[in-house]
């Protein structure tokens, strides 16, 4: 799996390619995401458009990271999603969790429509 990283439309724009199976690349993408959310850029659209395969270890990847944003007072939001990764979403359940777009564009746009609910233990009583 490669990734670039690119900023714009008010959020952190993150394009996978190739296989995303999780590993030595999904650790460093992992680690990767914590620090975009320490310099403050919570709001995440990660662009599937050029994924060919996701195993459960990918999958994994992909809601830690929600996980991850979210408890830092953003979200990871889902763009072009193909429609092989769409089913693998669809038969595990996970197309409910996910917020997904048909583009990066929307995705990104979302965020100021939608903003980001803080995370169950950050709101106060």
């Known amino acids: 799996m490669k990734y670039s990283i690119d900023e714009r439309y008010n959020a952190v724009v993150l394009k996978l390619k190739g296989n995303v199976m999780g590993g030595p690349d999904g650790a460093k993408l992992h680690d990767q995401l914590r620090d975009l959310?320490?310099?403050g850029k919570k709001n995440v659209v990660v662009d599937l458009s050029r994924v060919k395969f996701?195993?459960?270890?990918?999958?994994?990847?992909?809601?830690?990271?929600?996980?991850?944003?979210?408890?830092?007072?953003?979200?990871?939001?889902?763009?072009?999603?193909?429609?092989?990764?769409?089913?693998?979403?669809?038969?595990?359940?996970?197309?409910?969790?996910?917020?997904?777009?048909?583009?990066?564009?929307?995705?990104?746009?979302?965020?100021?429509?939608?903003?980001?609910q803080p995370a169950p233990d950050e709101e106060e009583a």
């Not at 990847?61 to 007072?73: A, D, E, K, Q, W």
């Not at 999603?81 to 669809?90: E, M, N």
């Not at 564009?105 to 903003?115: D, H, V």
């Open 37 to 39: 959310r320490d310099q």
């Open 54 to 116: 996701m195993n459960s270890s990918g999958l994994g990847l992909l809601i830690s990271g929600m996980t991850s944003m979210r408890n830092g007072g953003g979200d990871l939001r889902l763009a072009n999603v193909a429609d092989r990764i769409q089913s693998l979403l669809v038969i595990t359940k996970l197309i409910t969790v996910f917020k997904h777009y048909d583009s990066v564009e929307e995705a990104a746009e979302s965020f100021e429509k939608e903003p980001p």
